[in-house]
């Protein structure tokens, strides 16, 4: 076992660093609904903590199941005249949102930074990353065609439209506060839907800033509207988004036994649904690697956001004839590169995980693989950091077989087992032998290999020769248990839109 110094030891006190972000009315603890700042109508709240200091940072509104159909209600009287809107209106309004979000950028990250515990230059990224979505579909409004279709009949001329769905409820996840709200709402608005967000209760701040901006980027009231609760509130509030009768979608990112539940609620009113859910992501380093390039790539790709990503790769297989060398070099490059701090310090690029339940995770999946025969290399603990919070080392494991858990669980966290395989027809076996399938990366120079390995990969995105593949320009989405349904891309629109076919007699 390789020993690794990681840590940046440096004291935070994060409401000194709250009171950092120069615009503090991008700070707001009530709920956004019908253009108003509101709190929660049987006036409780819930703290908000920062997972880097385990220090409270604030109390946020903790909206109910009726302050919810208030939210439906208020997005159900504007969807009325916003879908009579035009494109070029929308686009307007979103060109404004994107404008304001890039120069609050600074303030966006610090808060994010501080309610979720991604480094700054992490969060300053999500933050340019989110604001993408709302320049993209900004412009894809006025790119929402219809078609012509040539009729059988010289008495009759038929036409496609497209038309906004109507109200969407949005429920989001902690780990992408700022982009996971953009991506979704940017889409809804842009087709000429209204929304009502649940953001996570870990990290509603960033959200209800994006209220603020938007508001004053013109967007109506009622049209964007966001409700935080508390963890004991989240399955009242998630009933009924999924149920009420007013809500003609949800869009959903978030794990896969969650989605499956949501799914099924939404089915009773046959509500249209997008489900982003987990995944298990196969990296695969073949012989004719670059081996250099493939270990930088795992870096970024393992570990970007301390693992806590859906695309993260989860599963690292290696040929058997360039293993050792490989494991060797990631190491190296793990060791050097991260930096282990609060997110605001300066040199630190690897925060803590967001919840105490995601590092029991963690360190409940490596005590199984140890059991299981793997060793750790690399990390393996908790480190030696001044400062409270849920950090863990980056840690690689090696000599790691199928019978390891995390070779069937997904690992949203710090955790990077390399597992050894010595053909491609067993590596493609072993990729595709879960349930989930969103992202899988592989690395090889050779052609042929490419395209084989490419369209046998049973996921719905496929990094060749790189570990990041996050665009607005391309569509983000998975198969099988890892859900239905895309993101950006000219394709993302479509999913807030109903295909009305018309038929004219002459």
């Known amino acids: 076992m390789m020993a690794a110094q990681f840590t940046v030891n440096i004291q935070i006190k994060s409401l000194d660093e709250l009171a950092k972000i120069n615009d503090k ?47 439906i209600d208020a997005a159900s009287r504007a969807f009325e005249s916003w879908k009579n809107t035009t494109a070029k209106e929308r686009s307007l309004i979103l060109r404004r949102w994107f404008d304001l979000i890039i120069s609050n950028k600074d303030d966006l990250a610090r808060l994010m930074t501080l309610e979720g515990g991604k480094p700054l230059a992490e969060a300053s990224g999500e933050v340019v990353y989110g604001a993408s979505f709302i320049e993209w579909f900004g412009e894809e409004a006025k790119r929402a ?14 036409v496609v439209m497209k038309q906004p769905v109507g109200v969407v409820g949005i429920i989001t996840p902690y780990n992408f506060p700022n982009a996971m709200i953009t991506r979704k709402v940017s889409a809804a608005l842009a087709a000429g839907c209204t929304v009502v967000v649940r953001p996570a209760h870990e990290t509603p701040y960033s959200a209800l800033a994006l209220c603020e901006l938007a508001e004053r980027a013109g967007v109506p009231r ?21 149920t009420n009768e007013a809500i003609r979608k949800v869009s959903f990112t978030g794990s896969t036994a969650v989605g499956k539940m949501l799914t099924a609620q939404a089915a009773g009113t046959m509500k249209r649904v997008s489900m982003e859910l987990g995944g298990n992501a196969p990296f695969i380093v073949f012989a004719d690697a670059d081996l250099d390039v493939a270990a930088e790539q795992l870096v970024a790709c393992k570990f970007r956001n301390s693992g806590q990503t859906c695309v993260c790769a989860n599963r690292i297989y290696v040929h058997e004839s360039v293993y050792d060398d490989f494991v ?36 409940d999946q490596l005590k199984r693989a140890v059991n299981a025969g793997a060793r750790v290399f690399l990390g393996g ?8 919070g849920y950090f863990f080392e980056p840690t690689i494991l090696v000599d790691v077989t199928d019978e390891v858990p995390m070779s069937c669980e997904e690992t949203f966290g710090p955790l990077c087992p390399i597992f050894k ?9 072993r990729a595709n032998s879960v349930p989930v399938g969103l992202a ?48 950006g891309s000219r394709y993302g629109i479509d999913e807030y839109m109903n295909i009305k076919y018309i038929n004219i007699s002459l």
């Open 381 to 388: 603990k908790r480190p030696d950091i001044s400062a409270a």
């Open 421 to 429: 395989f010595s053909s491609e027809e067993e590596v493609i076996r």
């Open 222 to 242: 009622g049209v964007f509207n966001v409700v935080p609760c508390s963890a004991e509130n989240t399955p009242d509030v998630g009933k009924e988004l999924t």
């Open 25 to 71: 009315s991008l700070i707001q603890s009530q709920a956004y609904v019908d253009g108003r700042w509101v709190s929660a109508s049987s006036g409780k709240t819930f703290d908000v903590t920062d997972p880097g200091t385990m220090q409270k940072i604030g109390s946020v509104a903790d909206m109910g199941a009726d302050d919810v159909r208030r939210a």
């Open 328 to 363: 060797s070099r990631f190491a190296v490059l793990v060791e050097k590169r991260l930096r282990i701090g609060h997110g605001v310090s300066e040199g630190v690029n690897f925060g803590p995980l967001i919840t105490e339940r995601g590092l029991q995770k963690i360190e």
């Open 145 to 158: 065609y219809g078609d012509v279709v040539p009729s059988p009949l010289s008495s009759t001329r038929m």
């Open 440 to 487: 899988g990366y592989f690395f090889s120079r050779d052609i042929g290999r490419v395209f084989r390995m490419a369209e046998a990969l049973e996921v719905g995105m496929v990094g060749v020769n790189t570990g990041i593949i996050s665009t607005e320009v391309a569509p983000f989405g998975g198969v099988k248990e890892s859900g239905f349904g895309r993101e």
